[in-house]
């Protein structure tokens, strides 16, 4: 196997709040290969956004910071990167699209302004280039008429539309990896497909890696090859994307899984999830999801489980899969 | 744009006739034209033919309803008349007379306070949080706190009589007047620096924590750039709505400021108009006052037009 483009290990990424340490990112690893695509699931809180922004090191300071942890891009641990270093890699190697497309782009300058920007930032591109690759950059991206809309201003166009000029600042140059923090979710149904479909397509064509985040794992069967779960800052579980869906190995993953609506389900009551993801400032003793958990044993309020290989390609973190039982399951499958 | 023009001026005839019928009417509540004639003839002990003889010439024998047409008219085809003191000039000309050292102080004040506060509020926005910010903004608190008159009185003090550096009160036609300009410019600007300085702040904390920031930052833009380019450009929409709505005061004079340093600019007129109950000069300055307002209000809107894409003047 080629060596990652991504690997976070141990990230952990803390908030000083008036309620006390928030622990929004606590002890997260994942790895990503060059031209995969990854998404990150989880509920409002889980520290999803926050993974994102660690990678990016746009953590809103001074309240957060990060606490530990290596975020390994193409080799090089990003956090021993100066703030100059660090900030010639965002938007040139790594770029991020934002889930709010109403208010990211900048009121006052114009569109073609705001992509040339992100060219001339990193002088990739300069001068006329710059802006006849906007121009194709947006006609890439599917705007109707770019001539007119590098003269147009954020306000004179739609969610959508914003979204996709996001999307053209973020590929202008030529980016290894891209950060989609989600980046459908504040939009209409129809146009959320147009957009992920763009994002599949473009990912395909210029062979970037893609971290997608997301609480909808409708979206996720769409365009990820594989999966992390992530509850209470943790990753519970990391799956290829077919697999996950077909056969969830955690009571969270299995209870998100079963509260989507499906045809084969019709007719019944849609599936719960009972209570909600507790506050980062005070994560539960032991596992963190046992008090929402179905199939809760007696270990779960006292110990947390670790992160173990359930096969070549599935980890899990659950009391209910042990190490041992895992090499057992092996043993049976040979 | 030239309808909306066209639309906001027809608006101000209401106004500009309400607050002169404010005026006669609150004028007529203080105060009786005979006692502004006995104060105004040079005999001490003015007969009941002089105050009547006095009353017809500056016309308030009429029937009140007729004086107030009157004088309204002239105000709107600004005749502005004359003073109703023993000199009996024209106001006009004292206008024409006192409008410059007015509008030189005003003009420097202006310009001093804007370049010095937004550059004072970019600094502790730029270390926020640090311990410049925090004293920064207490010493701002402490400088709002304290009167006016202080930095009048104190900057009097201390440029005048001790570093004998400016001229304590006065003016000079010409090149000269700059010497007597220093003082007042330096106490306007420190008196409003406290005020402006934390409101310019809270404008750029506000935009410093958009989601276009972060967008900039995420492309990769250097934080000076973030700050000065991004962030200024959007901060200088309410930074100029609230410095545009200060220029018809600063046309005006400061009336204190200019009592105080001795200025013979419009607002020492004024103050005088009103000490000698002149109605005539009163009634015309705060016409003018009502007009350079509205004035200063229509530019602001189109100000904010021209910064702000979004607005549109129709």
Request: proline share 5%.
């Amino acid at each position: 196997m080629n060596p990652p483009l991504l690997q976070v290990n141990g990230l952990k990424t803390y908030f000083n709040t008036p309620a006390g340490l928030s622990k929004a990112v606590d002890g997260v690893s994942f790895s990503l290969q060059p031209g995969e695509t990854m998404a990150i699931v989880g509920e409002s809180g889980s520290g999803k956004s926050i993974t994102a922004l660690s990678i990016m090191q746009l953590v809103p300071e001074p309240a957060g910071y990060i606490e530990s942890g290596t975020i390994s891009f193409d080799g090089q641990d990003l956090l021993d990167l100066t703030w100059e270093q660090m900030r010639s890699i965002r938007g040139r190697q790594i770029s991020m699209i934002f889930q709010e497309p109403m208010t990211s782009l900048n009121p006052v300058f114009t569109i073609g302004y705001q992509i040339r920007e992100a060219m001339l930032t990193h002088d990739k591109f300069k001068g006329e280039s710059a802006t006849s690759r906007a121009r194709s950059l947006l006609e890439r991206v599917g705007m109707p008429s770019p001539n007119k809309v590098l003269r147009q201003y954020p306000h004179e166009l739609s969610g959508g539309m914003r979204q996709r000029v996001m999307i053209a600042i973020a590929l202008a140059n030529e980016p290894r990896l891209l950060l989609a923090d989600e980046p459908t979710t504040a939009l209409d149904v129809t146009i959320q497909a147009q957009i992920l479909t763009l994002l599949r397509d473009l990912q395909r064509d210029t062979g970037m890696s893609m971290l997608l985040i997301t609480h909808d794992l409708g979206i996720v069967s769409q365009v990820a090859d594989k999966v992390a779960v992530m509850y209470a800052g943790q990753i519970v579980e990391q799956s290829p994307t077919n697999t996950l869906l077909s056969n969830p190995l955690h009571p969270y993953t299995q209870g998100l899984i079963a509260s989507l609506p499906s045809r084969s389900r019709r007719g019944q009551e849609l599936y719960t999830l009972e209570g909600v993801v507790p506050p980062p400032t005070r994560w539960p003793a032991g596992c963190r999801f046992h008090d929402r958990c179905s199939k809760r044993l007696q270990i779960c309020d006292s110990q947390m489980p670790l992160a173990t290989k359930y096969d070549d390609t599935r980890s899990v973190s659950c009391h209910l899969y042990p190490a041992q039982e895992m090499a057992g399951n092996q043993e049976r499958l040979k | 744009m030239i309808g909306y023009l066209i639309r906001r001026l027809l608006y101000s005839i209401p106004i500009l006739v309400g607050v002169c019928f404010l005026t006669f009417v609150l004028f007529y509540m203080t105060a009786s034209p005979g006692e502004i004639a006995r104060r105004n003839l040079s005999a001490k002990n003015p007969t009941a033919q002089q105050i009547k003889d006095w009353e017809h010439q500056h016309g308030y024998d009429k029937p009140k309803w007729k004086q107030f047409l009157d004088t309204t008219e002239g105000l709107f085809l600004l005749r502005l008349g004359r003073s109703d003191s023993v000199k009996g000039e024209r106001v006009m000309t004292r206008i024409k007379e006192s409008w410059f050292p007015s509008f030189e102080i005003a003009v420097l004040s202006f310009g001093a306070a804007i370049t010095i506060n937004l550059s004072l509020a970019l600094v502790v926005a730029y270390f926020r949080g640090t311990y410049l910010d925090i004293y920064g903004t207490s010493l701002c608190v402490f400088m709002m706190s304290v009167t006016y008159l202080v930095y009048i009185i104190g900057g009097q003090f201390v440029f005048g009589r001790l570093l004998k550096l400016t001229p304590v009160a006065g003016f000079l036609p010409g090149w000269e007047s700059l010497r007597f300009a220093f003082l007042p410019v330096v106490v306007a600007v420190i008196s409003g620096m406290g005020a402006s300085v934390r409101q310019f702040r809270t404008f750029m904390l506000d935009e410093m924590n958009q989601d276009y920031v972060r967008t900039a930052r995420a492309k990769g833009v250097s934080e000076p750039q973030v700050l000065f380019k991004h962030v200024l450009k959007n901060a200088a929409i309410p930074v100029l709505t609230t410095s545009v709505q200060a220029i018809p005061g600063l046309f005006l004079g400061s009336i204190l400021l200019e009592s105080f340093f001795n200025i013979p600019g419009l607002g020492n007129y004024l103050v005088d108009a009103i000490n000698s109950q002149d109605f005539a000069v009163v009634r015309a300055m705060v016409f003018i006052g009502a007009l350079v307002t509205i004035v200063g209000y229509i530019l602001t809107d189109i100000s904010y037009a021209l910064v702000d894409k979004r607005v549109r003047l129709e």
